[in-house]
């Protein structure tokens, strides 16, 4: 089983980037999927979560700005980040969870001019 995620960069505060996390050898329809975060020094935490049927939820912080989405038929997911803020910086991970709980490596995202 493999989550691979990738898009993270530097960006100015006030843009926009657009993570993704394909998976593999699992049945991708079946899980739940999320995008957490960790910043330095800091616990991880969820930013948004969606789940099998489509039903989607955010971290307070990040509500208006993110946007999580699927695509089963590439078994991947996507966070669209708009609007980001330098609070914004981490290491964002994917994580999808059915009977087991996966994890992928994460993917460093920095908001600064």
């Known amino acids: 089983v493999q989550l691979q995620a990738c898009g993270g960069g530097l960006v100015q505060p006030g843009g926009s980037l657009r993570l993704s996390c394909a998976a593999s050898?699992?049945?991708?329809?079946?899980?739940?999927v999320a995008w957490y975060r960790q910043a330095p020094g800091k616990q991880r935490e969820l930013v948004a979560h969606i789940d099998t049927g489509g039903s989607t939820n955010y971290a307070d912080s990040v509500k208006g700005r993110f946007t999580i989405s699927r695509d089963n038929a590439k078994n991947t997911v996507y966070l669209q980040m708009n609007r980001l803020q330098p609070e914004d910086t981490a290491d964002y991970y994917c994580?999808?969870?059915?009977?087991?709980?996966?994890w992928g490596k994460g993917t460093q995202v920095t908001v600064s001019s």
């Open positions: 050898g699992i049945i991708f329809s079946r899980y739940a």
């Open positions: 994580n999808a969870w059915y009977n087991m709980n996966y």
